[in-house]
């Protein structure tokens, strides 16, 4: 959807959200934590765009047709070997 995504720091949040680029991520259960994260995006509209930007590219390399490709590649380096 090309928005940033404010997450807590827990589970695979940590793996999908890179804090600061394609959002923010909080530490779980701090509220001050999680309404300055919030009030971060609503006041600064081009970080916004800019983290909501870079994690539309994100996902779209997470596609599967995106990475089919390159385990496919892996494979094929694998069996040449």
């Known amino acids: ?3 940033p ?3 807590s720091r827990i589970g695979g949040l940590t793996d999908i959200v890179v804090h ?3 959002g923010l991520l909080v ?3 701090d509220s001050q934590e999680l309404q300055i994260a919030i ?3 609503l006041n600064d509209p081009q970080c916004c765009e800019r983290m909501g930007n870079r994690a539309r590219e994100y996902v779209t390399a997470l596609q599967a047709q995106s990475v089919v490709t390159q385990i496919e590649q892996v494979y094929q ?3 040449g070997s």
């Open 20 to 22: 600061n680029e394609t």
């Open 1 to 3: 959807m090309g928005k």
């Open 27 to 29: 530490t779980p259960g």
């Open 39 to 41: 009030q971060r995006l």
């Open 5 to 7: 995504v404010v997450g």
């Open 77 to 79: 380096e694998v069996l």
